[in-house]
T-cell receptor, first 111, second 113 residues
Framework: QKEVEQDPGPLSVPEGAIVSLNCTYS??????FMWYRQYSRKGPELLMY????GNKEDGRFTAQVDKSSKYISLFIRDSQPSDSATYLC???????????FGAGTRLFVKA | ETGVTQSPTHLIKTRGQQVTLRCSSQ?????VSWYQQALGQGPQFIFQ???????GRGNFPPRFSGLQFPNYSSELNVNALELDDSALYLC????????????FGPGTRLTVT
């Protein structure tokens, strides 16, 4: 079993839809939870990070962490074609130096 | 402010050869992490360097080694290349050892034939 599980998709939605992306994990020691966006032929770009449980909002993006269920989510409101990319969840434990990534979900937003 | 840069962009090597990949950190950053990203997969942590010392390592064999220089730029060296080493190699720089606020370079695409 992988430490971090993420549905690879692809996920296709119409412009303006609310997108929900999710990851589950098995290591209860994870404390830092991140979401990255990766466009084709580019390096990942940090979108959001959360420490421990709770919600965090930044513009059209909301990250949620439920440590009791070992489940994290990223919501994208009013999705745009420019949001079409691969979304990677990532997590790290107390030491912080080793970040474990999910496989990534490919998202397509149709105009 | 200069972002993270990596060189070369693409590289083709033969099985058994050695390769060196280079990374320049974002200005002011003292930590560099290296990742391997196979096609269709997420990045896998190789190791991290903090102030020129290896700070942690993932599940990669010793033929993967690295260096960090006083200006915080870094090298990833891979010896005895195998076909499975074909991947995108990413470096990420950050200030301090935390996992957040990592800024990734565009990567080096390595093909081993």
């Amino acid at each position: 079993q992988k430490e971090v599980e993420q549905d690879p998709g692809p996920l296709s939605v119409p412009e303006g839809a609310i997108v929900s992306l999710n990851c589950t994990y098995s290591n209860s020691a994870f404390q830092y939870f991140m979401w990255y966006r990766q466009y084709s032929r580019k390096g990942p770009e940090l979108l959001m990070y959360t420490y421990s449980s709770g919600n965090k909002e930044d513009g059209r993006f909301t990250a949620q962490v439920d440590k009791s269920s070992k489940y994290i989510s990223l919501f994208i409101r009013d999705s745009q074609p420019s949001d079409s990319a691969t979304y990677l969840c990532a997590m790290s434990g107390p030491g912080g130096f080793k970040t474990i990534f999910g496989a990534g979900t490919r998202l397509f937003v149709k105009a | 402010e200069t972002g993270v840069t990596q060189s070369p962009t693409h590289l083709i090597k033969t099985r058994g050869q050695q390769v060196t990949l280079r990374c320049s950190s974002q200005s002011g950053h003292n930590t560099v992490s290296w990742y391997q990203q196979a096609l269709g997969q997420g990045p896998q942590f190789i190791f991290q360097y903090y102030r020129e010392e290896e700070n942690g390592r993932g599940n990669f064999p010793p033929r993967f080694s690295g260096l960090q220089f006083p200006n915080y730029s870094s090298e990833l060296n891979v010896n005895a290349l195998e076909l499975d080493d074909s991947a995108l190699y990413l470096c990420a720089s950050s200030l301090g050892q935390g996992p957040y606020e990592q800024y990734f370079g565009p990567g080096t695409r390595l093909t081993v034939t």
